[in-house]
Structure formats: structure tokens, C-alpha cells
């Protein structure tokens, strides 16, 4: 049996063609669609209401009213305006650098299919919670019954004036004018109106001067007109009639094979290309799967008004597609007598017949759909869009920015030694005498903050080569804090750097470690207790920033397991915010084996998720106006791709498998990390940021900003002013190249060969920032507790182990089995999806296994199994081998050493996990 041809030649490409449009969905003729943009259209009441109506007020590629919405967090949904929607992208591959291109404006929308009555909800009264099982599309509905509908959240108090509702009406029609249908319709309708009414009154004989010789003459250039409107009449109806054929053929086997032999697939779609008027029996929507671009196969979420319409009696479908496929039989009988006969000699009785026949088929097809239609929407209201990218109303209402001008320079540091030698640093290397690097101390460098003055930033380096003591010099050695120039002076040594810490005695280092707690500075100058027994800040009203007490991220209620998104979870702290109002974070994932940063307001407690690319996200700086952000991301790297490429996954698994996943981001000590810049309202539809350092060709080993092999490293820094940015990189160094490691090992381009730098990155078109001085922010934190001297820390709650039902926002549901080890802590948790779905345009099924151990306090090993397919707008898979994908890694080593694999594709694309010990 030979091949078929390729799908990319000339025959692949046309049979592609023929398949798009035999599987779209216009509407079946002229009248239908008229009918039902009339049953769909907006009344006075909804031009006259500000909030529900009025400008928000869109319309489909169909040209019916809709709404647009974004979910929030909880799963509700918040109208917006389409002018504040952005485009969501199809997967997180980038054909091109997204981080640099003008996003489009544009939504992409799914349709929000028509939730449960109030008559199909099971409910029960407060305190008679019983233990029995409902089925999850029960238990689905009775969340769906405590949620307020579109129409009681956005309803308006108060009804526009008459001249704002005429503004509406126009608005409204101008958008449905600039629809494709809406235009069609338009364009169409005139057409006949104009040409049918030309007709009628020269039958009528109102144009007595066209009478010459007579009105009856066939030589008249009345009865010559007669004919021309006829002819273009026939051929305006031909359009529809024959152009439409072949979808009409299409519904009438559809609905041949629903009605005689229960097609499900069959009658879903039929469902689907009469959405606006029509709504199917049960057999058809219930316990059976649907097509993936199906939109009626579930209750994905409530309606505008919550309340859905029945089923519609099946004999009108019927009549309607028997109505459209008799008009194309009436219009091939009417082109007979058209074009088969002269004007002469043709039947004076045929055009007239057929085209009243013809035109009254497709008329009463369309007051059928018009007269449903109309029940169908006063029942649940216009259409509701949701914006496939789940992102909360404020940022929904905020475009992206546009990409602005950045400079790239590098900050001075100390020459390199060549040796660790005592006495490498010779006057030679550093006339001045104040130390030389090592060349490869990318263990012990880190990038620093500004000082208030904006001119000099804080850099930890490692020195080494000095002298033996007395000499001067002898204090530059080992770990130390240099001070650093931004404007290129020099400090009165004549070197552009200084060192704070070195000479320090050594009794006043001390290790501090990292909890997450709040507390005030407060001088002591004479201290009575504690060490040392000298003046000294003490930390008081600390407070620490958790409660065991307060709602966590997985909570189970009786059978049901539930993710609470707005759950205050800090663990790294990250520092606070501009304006000191906020504190960032990275906090539980949330989405599976996403690692994100957040933000908490101190006194509220509302949590913002500032980052929600599939790559891993730790380091963060936020602007001193509070308005913009700087990340470092392994975003564009494909780092972490294999792993947490497939989006909206529930972050159940994450209970155990956090360590592991936050630690294959690195190569031992080399970082993927690269700095974006986005604005306050982080990541977002097709909104990823500005990369930071796209200076250069991106060539390995080439030492441009962008060169793969210079990688960022913790943490970014503002200047005050609001106009720089200062980060550190590191090169690559062995083991993570060279040796067994298939990467080369670059030489560094820096001076002296040094694998260090601190980059300086500057806004070229920002005006220095001139804000007030920042107010004290509160000792108190409501969310937060006291802390007591000597208290002991509390352990994080955790699920009790057994066997839940995970409910989606939009629609399906999961198993979950968490089961408990010998120390009662969870050791697997095991998640069956079933066309479970939170944004209601991605669908999952299958399933996924953890299982996970700690041999030490920094060792994790998982047992990992994942077979997960999702559908919808992203076709992903996430796979494990049929033995499973086992990681033994440290998080303080990061070496990735695993057996088995794992892959994601996304949308066609194959990302594989890298290999071991690389």
C-alpha cells in the first residue's frame, strides 16, 4: 500500500483545504443568519444597563451579541471590555522572540457553553451534608448554583438616559457591521432589498417613461429591467443556494444520522453550528465525550444569567435543514427557467413561482431559527467569551507595554590573579593596592543593590593573591563586600572599587538564616542582654509570615480537594516591594511544576501571581515607583520545558514534588537565568516582557550580553531613580562543560579571563523618578503571626492521606489518591483526569503518579509516571517511559542524574528533558 502524499504538497495542501471548510460552520442562508443576529441581538434593556450592557456590548465571527469575560482566581468570571483583552499564545515555543515584538490586541475567546438549571441542582439545606457519593457533574452543578451569575454581578443600579442608549445602539451596530457575518449580512441584505424593490415597482408600473412602446412591449426598457433584476436576483440567491450546498448536504446527514441512529458525535455538532437557537436533547450531551472543538459537549460554566435553556424539540432542526436543502433544490429549478430560456419565451409563471418558493424556504427557516433564538437568549442571556488565558480582571485591563530602548554596559572590578598564591597580586595587576579575584569565583560573586545616591553598587567577590600581613594589602583575601562606581570615578585609592568588609574581624561574621519574617530595625546603644554586649540594631515586633491557621493552598473537604489560589504561602522571600507595601515571594506553584514569583500586600493580604511562564522564575526586583518589574528566568533557555511546559495542570503532585522540580532549573553551579523586564502587572496573555539583555548575535562564546554561556545570577537591583538596572553574570565553567560534558568550555573575553561581571543596564528614554519619601509601613501584618522569642516554628499542613474527587472551574474532574508513608508524611499522590478543565479552552485527561523520598534533609528521589493529553486550543502531551522517569538530585548540588524519561509536546513541539549531569 503506497504512502499518502505529504501533507505539505500541492495535493496535501488542497485536501487540507477542502477538510477546513467542509468542518467550518456558516451559517446555511441568508435568512437563517438574519434571523438568528436578530434573536441574538441586543435589546433596549441591555443598551440601557452601563455594567452589563451597554459599550460592553461585542459581537462573535457570527455576528451574535456576547460579553467577554476573565476568570478570576476562584473560578468567577469578571466582564471586561474587549479593547483590555490581549491574545493569548498557542504554547510556550516562540517561532519568534516574543520577548520583543509589539503583542497583538486581539482576544481569543472560547464560548462559556450554557451552565445547569436551577431544576437539575441537587442541593441541601445548611448542617444536612450527607455521606452518600454524588456524581462529579452533580457536585459540579452544586458549586456552579452558589456562584452569582454574570447578570446579578454586573447589573446596574441605575438605566441609561435615552441619548447614552442611542450612543449604545450605534456603537453596537457599528461592531456587528464590522463582524464577517455582520458585514455578509449587511452587504446582502441591501443588495436584495435594493434590487428586490427595483423589482416590485416595475411590476407596479411606476416608472411610466421605461413604457416606450408600450409597458407590455418586450422591447421596453421596462420589460428589459424586468429581466436584469431578475437575472441579478437569481444570481444574488445562487450565492446561497449553491454556495451553501454542500454544508447543507453536510447537516442533513448529520441530522439523518442523530435522529435514526443516535449519533452522538453527529448530533454535538449540529449542536454546535446551531448554537444561537438550538440546544440538544440529554442523550447527546450527557455521559458522552465530545469533539475537542466542540463547545456544547459539557456545562463548562454558568450562562449570563445562570440559567439554561432546554432542549429544543428536534423536529425543528429538522424543518430547518430540510427547509435549506429544498431551497437548493428550488433554486436549481428556478436556474432552469432562467438560463434555459430566453426572456421571450420563458413560462411567465416560473420566475415568479420559484422565486416566491425559494424565497420562502429560506424564509421560514429563518423565523424558525429567529422565534428559538429568541427563547434561547431571554432564557440565558447573550453568549459569554471567556479569555482562554486565565489572568484576573486588573491585569486583563491593562495592554502590555511596548519594548523601549536598552544600553548594556559592564561595572569594573578587581584585576585577576593568576594564581592563589600568596603574594599573585603583585603592583604589577593593581598599582593601588586594593586586591585582585580569582578567576573562576562564580561560588562566591553575587551582584548587590544601589546605595541611595544611585552611583555605587554593593558586589560580593572573592580575593585572593595578597600578600603575606603586615603588608596592607594583606586584608584583600577570601569572600568580601566591594563597593563599585556606576559613573565611571574612582574612589581616592584610584581604583573604581572599594572594599567594606575586608579586615573585618572575624568573630562579627555571622551565618544568618532564611525564615520568612517581618520586623523593625531599632538602635541599641547600650544593650543589658543578648551578644554581643555592644551598641547594636536589634530586630523587634517581628512577625512571622505564615499562620498555620489561615487557608493553604490544597485543603480537602470531606471527599472534595480544593486549590485555593489566593492562599498566602511565602517561602523564599525575595524582598519587598517599591514602595514597601508588598513583600515578593516564591510560594507554592500555581500550576504544576511552575515555579513562580508572587506578591502579598502586607496589610490586606491579596496575593498577586506576577509570573506565569512555563520556565522557572526566582530572582526578582521591583521598581522604586512600584510599576515595573526585573526577573531572572530560564524563559527562552527550554530549561524546564520537558517538565512544566504543559500549562493549567492543578498543582496536586506539587505536595511532594516541589524540590525536585525547582532544582533541575541549574547545572551545579551554572544558572539558565537570563533578566526580563515586565511592567506591575507581570506576565500575561502573549505578554512575557522585554528581555533585558538581547545586545548581540547570541553566538556561544562570543561574550556579547546575550551570550548563553554568561548566565545571571541572583538577584537584579533598581537604581532609586528608577533608570538602571545591575545584575551579575557568571560563564560557564566546568564540570557543567568540558570533560564528559558535550558543551564546550568558552574562553572568557573579560579582562583578565574573568568568568565574572556586573552588567549595568540602562533605560535610555526613562527620566529619573523624583518620588516622596516612603512611608513607614505597619508593625502589623493581619495575615501574619507574632513571633515569640524561642518559638518553634509550625509544620505546614498537609492533606490527610485517601482518596478525593478535584473539581474543575469550567468543567470535568479528577481522582485523587494521596497516600501517607511511615512518618505521616504524603509519599505518592496519584491524579486521574477526566476532561478536567479550569479555563474552559484546555481540556485534560489522563493520569500522573508521584512518588517521592528523602534520603537526607537537601536529597529528594521521585518516582514519576505520567501519560497526560490535553486538548482544546493547545494540543499537549506529557509522557513518561513505560518504566517511569526516576531523579535522584540535591538541591544544594543541583546535578541532574535520572533513568527513565519524560517529555512534553506542545502544539507539535517535542521538548526532552537534558541529560544527565548537564
Not at 434571523?35 to 462573535?60: C, H, M, V, Y
Request: with cysteine.
Amino acid at each position: 500500500m503506497s504512502e499518502p502524499p505529504p501533507n505539505n504538497g500541492f495535493v496535501g495542501r488542497v485536501r487540507g483545504a477542502s477538510l477546513s471548510i467542509m468542518n467550518a460552520n456558516p451559517q446555511l442562508g441568508m435568512w437563517q443568519a438574519t434571523g438568528t443576529a436578530i434573536a441574538q441581538a441586543p435589546n433596549l434593556t441591555e443598551l440601557r444597563d452601563a455594567e452589563s450592557g451597554g459599550d460592553k456590548i461585542e459581537f462573535n465571527a457570527q455576528g451574535h451579541s456576547a460579553r467577554y469575560a476573565v476568570p478570576e482566581p476562584d473560578g468567577e468570571l469578571t466582564l471586561v471590555r474587549t479593547a483590555t483583552l490581549t491574545r493569548r499564545p498557542t504554547g510556550p515555543k516562540f517561532d519568534k522572540d516574543p520577548f520583543t515584538e509589539e503583542p497583538i490586541a486581539i482576544p481569543e475567546e472560547v464560548d462559556v457553553e450554557r451552565g445547569s438549571t436551577r431544576e437539575e441542582t441537587i442541593t441541601e439545606a445548611p448542617g444536612e451534608r450527607h455521606h452518600h457519593h454524588f456524581h462529579p457533574r452533580e457536585k459540579h452543578r452544586q458549586r456552579l448554583e452558589r456562584r452569582q451569575s454574570l447578570y446579578e454581578k454586573h447589573k446596574a443600579d441605575e438605566k441609561e438616559k435615552w441619548g447614552p442608549t442611542i450612543v449604545n445602539g450605534l456603537k453596537a451596530f457599528w461592531k456587528f457591521f464590522l463582524t464577517p457575518s455582520g458585514f455578509l449580512i449587511t452587504l446582502y441584505g441591501l443588495n436584495i432589498v435594493a434590487w428586490g424593490a427595483m423589482l416590485f415597482f416595475l411590476l407596479l408600473n411606476v416608472a411610466p417613461a421605461m413604457n416606450h412602446p408600450s409597458a407590455n412591449d418586450n422591447n421596453s426598457a421596462r420589460k428589459k429591467w424586468i429581466e436584469i433584476d431578475s437575472q441579478i436576483l437569481n444570481a444574488l440567491f445562487c450565492v446561497t443556494g449553491f454556495g451553501l450546498a454542500p454544508w447543507r448536504f453536510r447537516d442533513w446527514y448529520r441530522y439523518t444520522r442523530s435522529v435514526y441512529w443516535k449519533d452522538v458525535p453527529a448530533m454535538q455538532k449540529l449542536a454546535e453550528q446551531n448554537k444561537a437557537w438550538f440546544r440538544p436533547p440529554a442523550w447527546a450531551t450527557e455521559s458522552n465525550p465530545s469533539p475537542a472543538n466542540s463547545t456544547t459537549e459539557l456545562p463548562r460554566s454558568t450562562t449570563f444569567t445562570g440559567e439554561k435553556a432546554p432542549p429544543t424539540p428536534l423536529w425543528k432542526l429538522g424543518f430547518t435543514i430540510y427547509m435549506m436543502v429544498l431551497n437548493t433544490f428550488l433554486q436549481a429549478v428556478l436556474c432552469y427557467f432562467m438560463w434555459g430560456y430566453n426572456r421571450i419565451d420563458r413560462p411567465s409563471w416560473a420566475t415568479g413561482t420559484f422565486i416566491g418558493l425559494g424565497c420562502g424556504t429560506g424564509l421560514l427557516a429563518g423565523l424558525m431559527s429567529w422565534w428559538e433564538g429568541r427563547k434561547v437568549k431571554k432564557i440565558e442571556g447573550p453568549e459569554v467569551k471567556v479569555v482562554t488565558f486565565i489572568m484576573s480582571a486588573d491585569k486583563a485591563q491593562h495592554a502590555p507595554p511596548n519594548p523601549e530602548p536598552i544600553s548594556l554596559s559592564t561595572l569594573p572590578l578587581p584585576p585577576v590573579a593568576p594564581s592563589n598564591d600568596t603574594g599573585a597580586c603583585t603592583p604589577e595587576l593593581n598599582r593601588n593596592g586594593t586586591g585582585c579575584m580569582t578567576l573562576a569565583s562564580n561560588e562566591d560573586f553575587q551582584a548587590g543593590g544601589f546605595l541611595p545616591d544611585g552611583k555605587h553598587v554593593l558586589v560580593l567577590v572573592t580575593f585572593t593573591g595578597a600578600p603575606a600581613s603586615p603588608d596592607p594589602s594583606s586584608v584583600y583575601h577570601g569572600s568580601q563586600i566591594i563597593l563599585v562606581k556606576t559613573d565611571g570615578k574612582q574612589f581616592p585609592s584610584g581604583s573604581p572599587w572599594k572594599c567594606l568588609t575586608c579586615g573585618l574581624a572575624e568573630q562579627n561574621i555571622r551565618g544568618i538564616g532564611q525564615y520568612a519574617y517581618l520586623g523593625r530595625l531599632k538602635f541599641n546603644a547600650k544593650p543589658t542582654a543578648g551578644i554581643p554586649l555592644v551598641p547594636r540594631y536589634d530586630v523587634v515586633k517581628v512577625t512571622r509570615l505564615f499562620n498555620p491557621e489561615a487557608d493553604q493552598p490544597i485543603a480537602t473537604h470531606g471527599k472534595d480537594i480544593t486549590i485555593n489560589r489566593n492562599a498566602i504561602t511565602v517561602g523564599e522571600l525575595r524582598g519587598f516591594s517599591g514602595r514597601g507595601t508588598e513583600v515578593t515571594y516564591i510560594g507554592y506553584p500555581a500550576e504544576s511544576s511552575n515555579i513562580d514569583v508572587f506578591a502579598v500586600h502586607l496589610q490586606t493580604g491579596k496575593v498577586r501571581r506576577l509570573t506565569s511562564h512555563s520556565e522557572y522564575c526566582d530572582p526578582i526586583a521591583i521598581s522604586p515607583d512600584d510599576q515595573w518589574m526585573t526577573v531572572l528566568d530560564t524563559r527562552g533557555t527550554d530549561r524546564q520545558m520537558w517538565l512544566s511546559g504543559m500549562r493549567h495542570i492543578p498543582p496536586i503532585t506539587d505536595l511532594i514534588s516541589t524540590s525536585v522540580t525547582s532544582s533541575t532549573r541549574n547545572n551545579g553551579q551554572r544558572r539558565f537565568f537570563r533578566p526580563y523586564l515586565l511592567d506591575r502587572y507581570g506576565d500575561r496573555a502573549d505578554y512575557f516582557g522585554q528581555k533585558v539583555n538581547g545586545q548581540g548575535e547570541g553566538v556561544p562564546g562570543s561574550g556579547d550580553y546575550n551570550d548563553p554561556e554568561w548566565n545571571a545570577m541572583a538577584d537584579p537591583r533598581w537604581s532609586p531613580d528608577g533608570t538602571q538596572i545591575v545584575y551579575g553574570e557568571a560563564q560557564t565553567l566546568p564540570p557543567a562543560c568540558g570533560g564528559i560534558n558535550p558543551l564546550p568550555c568558552y574562553p572568557s573575553k573579560e579582562p583578565g579571563g574573568r568568568r565574572v561581571r556586573v552588567v549595568l543596564a540602562t533605560l535610555t528614554t526613562r527620566e529619573p523618578l523624583n518620588l516622596p519619601a516612603v512611608d513607614l509601613i505597619s508593625d502589623e501584618v493581619p495575615w501574619g503571626v507574632k513571633y515569640s522569642p524561642g518559638g518553634i516554628d509550625p509544620q505546614r499542613p498537609e492533606p490527610t492521606p485517601g482518596n478525593y474527587t478535584l473539581m474543575g472551574l469550567s468543567c470535568g474532574y479528577a481522582d485523587v489518591e494521596i497516600i501517607g508513608g511511615d512518618d505521616e508524611s504524603i509519599s505518592e499522590i496519584s491524579v486521574v483526569y477526566h476532561e478536567f478543565s479550569d479555563d474552559g479552552s484546555t481540556f485534560m485527561s489522563g493520569s500522573e503518579t508521584v512518588r517521592a523520598t528523602f534520603p537526607s534533609l537537601t536529597l529528594s528521589h521521585v518516582d514519576w509516571y505520567s501519560d497526560l493529553t490535553q486538548t482544546g486550543r493547545s494540543k499537549s502531551t506529557k509522557r513518561t517511559s513505560s518504566d517511569g522517569f526516576h531523579l535522584t538530585i540535591d538541591v544544594l548540588t543541583n546535578i541532574f542524574q535520572a533513568n527513565g524519561t519524560m517529555n512534553t509536546t506542545i502544539d507539535g513541539h517535542l521538548y526532552t528533558q537534558p541529560a544527565n549531569r548537564t
